[in-house]
């Protein structure tokens, strides 16, 4: 059985109204992991709320030029 890993990417807030803010990526095998991964990765500040989104359900708004 192979299990495939997907690009997670995380967002994180210092305090409760704080805007959501990027940190990067992590990939893993589901969300599960990913978080796990994501909070052991971003450790660097006490985050108040960490967020996984399966990078295949981020859509731009903006149009990608060249």
């Known amino acids: 059985m192979t299990l495939t890993?997907?690009?997670y990417e995380?967002?994180?807030r210092r305090k409760q109204l704080d805007?959501?803010?990027h940190l990067g990526g992590v990939m893993?095998?589901?969300?599960?992991?990913a978080y796990a991964f994501a909070v052991n990765t971003f450790d660097e500040e006490k985050?108040?709320?960490v967020a996984v989104?399966?990078?295949?359900h981020i859509f731009s708004l903006t149009?990608?030029?060249g």
Do not use: G, I, K, M
């Not at 893993?28 to 992991?33: F, G, H, K, V, W």
């Open 19 to 21: 805007p959501l803010q």
């Open 28 to 33: 893993a095998t589901n969300p599960e992991l």
């Open 63 to 65: 149009p990608v030029v």
């Open 10 to 12: 995380v967002f994180a």
């Open 53 to 56: 989104v399966p990078r295949r």
């Open 5 to 7: 890993q997907e690009r």
């Open 47 to 49: 985050w108040q709320d």
